[in-house]
Nanobody, 126 residues
Framework: QVQLVESGAGLVQTGGSLRLSCAASGRIYASYRMGWFRQAPGKEREFIAS??????????YYTDSLKGRFTISIDNAKNTVYLQMNGLKPEDTAKYYC?????????????????WGQGTQVTVSS
């Protein structure tokens, strides 16, 4: 079992930055991938990024629309994944979820991720 606890929620103005953190506890293996989804009101959950726990930064994978503004990173010593968000826009307002999948696959939707955090709210004001 894996438990995930997100932090870093907040209200930020357009153009601002925010960093989300997610600490994982339980059995985490190098083959796992950690990542982030988000869900805006009335919309489906949207994949943001994921990264392997294998200490290889080249394993980062992003949805095209957010690449360049959002950056995922992992501190393996702390089993913590981060999401640095820059140039925030009102359309980034959503609840952000930390996720873990137990295989090394990159592609796949919500069903590919076995573990989910409780979510943390990000609000971007115009």
């Amino acid at each position: 079992q894996v438990q995930l606890v997100e932090s870093g929620a907040g209200l930020v103005q357009t153009g601002g930055s925010l960093r989300l953190s997610c600490a994982a506890s339980g059995r985490i293996y190098a083959s796992y991938r950690m990542g982030w989804f988000r869900q805006a009101p009335g919309k489906e959950r949207e994949f943001i990024a994921s990264m392997s726990m294998s200490r290889n930064p080249s394993t980062a994978y992003y949805t095209d629309s957010l690449k360049g503004r959002f950056t995922i990173s992992i501190d393996n010593a702390k089993n913590t994944v981060y999401l640095q968000m820059n140039g925030l826009k009102p359309e980034d307002t959503a609840k952000y979820y930390c996720v873990v999948r137990t295989n090394g696959e990159v592609y796949g939707g919500v069903d590919a991720y076995a573990y989910w955090g409780q979510g943390t709210q990000v609000t971007v004001s115009s």
